[in-house]
């Protein structure tokens, strides 16, 4: 089977073309990586994961959307390391998501691109979201420097840099927040990329959007352009789709968890918003397998580095049809989240299908006890 061949991202060779996608795990209190997570990376690792990846690494605290997500400063260089020599101990190679929320955030001072409403945080006092300076994109970009030292210092092997799901970069690329022509919206993810591979001694892979999937937002043709703006500065492009604020369910698809997300918000006032607010942004949307593949497709097509197929994978069936489409690499989120064992299987030579059946209940899970699949 080809994904189980190794394969080359830039300078890094993985065992296999099996990557686990960044899902937030939920696992860092206080905004470090705490014991479970490194559990968590290192049993991937063991179970024949290629590149791991662990999610949601705020490059400053303003970067967070809440309070508990992985904080990348000094503070996390000890678990950090302990993480790698885990996953490199099992064979596997790990990366780590570097991100920032820009003007989508419950904590610090919302800022973006353009004046906006900030309906995720609006009910924590929020509302607003503040363009920002080039005071603050100077702090942003040493930020996304100084994490990227950070990371390989402490032993991970790439950096995945989000430029999707309605994140800051996302929310600059994207005419929905950022009202100016695609070239000028292009002009600060290119430079921070450029720095950020001037920097990294490994791979650098950026998470894209092959579109946001709401009127007014990325096009696929703005897409496949910002895929070629940024070849250039970065050894993988991952292309996902959708904004966490405006249409999570565009990224997931399946079943929206609402009733689990408000019984696990503690902040009387959030859990009053995603009672109010949440039928119209969690709403259920339809599932298919490789449902990204279409659109990554046309990507694929415009770029020269490897592109890796992410979004619904979930079987060998469908990890085959990708490898012979032209994808070198696949990423799998709640087909590993329910199935961790999945790459050990296909090892084995088993027609794997994962458990998963997009109950997206594992969404709610984080801000319990860590994410898990709810399914017995
Ligand atoms: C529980 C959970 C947490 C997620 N957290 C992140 C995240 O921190 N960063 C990110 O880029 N995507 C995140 N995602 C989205 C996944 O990376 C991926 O794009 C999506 O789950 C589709 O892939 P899948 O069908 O293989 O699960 C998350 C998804 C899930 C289910």
Request: glycine share 12%; aromatic share 6%; with cysteine.
């Amino acid at each position: 089977m080809k994904a189980l061949t190794p394969g080359r991202i830039g300078g890094l060779t993985l065992r296999n073309r099996i990557v686990k996608t960044a899902t937030y795990e939920g696992m860092s209190p206080g905004g470090r990586p705490g014991d479970a997570l490194i559990e968590l990376h290192g049993d991937l690792a063991r179970r024949g994961v290629g590149l791991t990846t662990v999610a949601y690494g705020a490059v400053e605290p303003e970067g967070r959307t809440f309070g508990e997500q992985l904080l990348l400063d000094d503070g996390a260089r000890e678990g950090l390391k302990r993480l790698t020599d885990a996953v490199h101990a099992a064979g596997g190679a790990a990366s780590l998501q570097l991100s920032h929320c820009g003007g989508f955030s419950k904590i610090g001072q919302p800022r973006g691109p353009s004046w906006g409403f900030n309906r995720y945080g609006a009910l924590m006092g929020r509302p607003l979201v503040r363009p920002m300076k080039a005071e603050h994109r100077e702090r942003i970009e040493a930020a996304f420097v100084r994490a990227t030292r950070l990371a390989f210092a402490c032993g991970f092997d790439a950096v995945e840099v989000h430029l999707g799901h309605g994140y800051l970069f996302s929310q600059w690329l994207s005419p929905l927040f950022h009202r100016a022509p695609l070239e000028e919206r292009l002009a600060w993810p290119t430079q921070v990329l450029r720095r950020i591979r001037a920097e990294a001694p490994g791979a650098v892979l950026a998470k894209t959007n092959l579109e946001d999937g709401v009127r007014g937002g990325l096009s696929p043709d703005d897409a496949v352009q910002v895929a070629q703006a940024i070849e250039a500065h970065v050894d993988a492009i991952v292309p996902s789709g959708g904004l966490v604020q405006i249409n999570p369910m565009f990224l997931l698809r399946g079943l929206a968890p609402l009733a689990d997300m408000i019984a696990v918000e503690t902040h009387p006032l959030q859990r009053l918003a995603l009672r109010l607010f949440g039928p119209f942004v969690l709403r259920d949307a339809e599932f298919a397998p490789s449902f990204f593949q279409g659109r990554a497709e046309r990507i694929r097509d415009a770029v020269d580095v490897p592109v890796v197929l992410l979004g619904g994978i979930e079987s060998k069936a469908a990890i085959d049809a990708a490898m012979e489409a032209g994808f070198p690499f696949v990423a799998l989120g709640r087909a590993l989240i329910s199935d961790p064992d999945f790459v050990q299987r296909l090892e084995q030579g088993e027609d794997v299908v994962a458990r998963c059946d997009r109950c997206n209940r594992c969404m709610a899970e984080m801000d319990r006890d860590g994410v898990r699949c709810v399914l017995p």
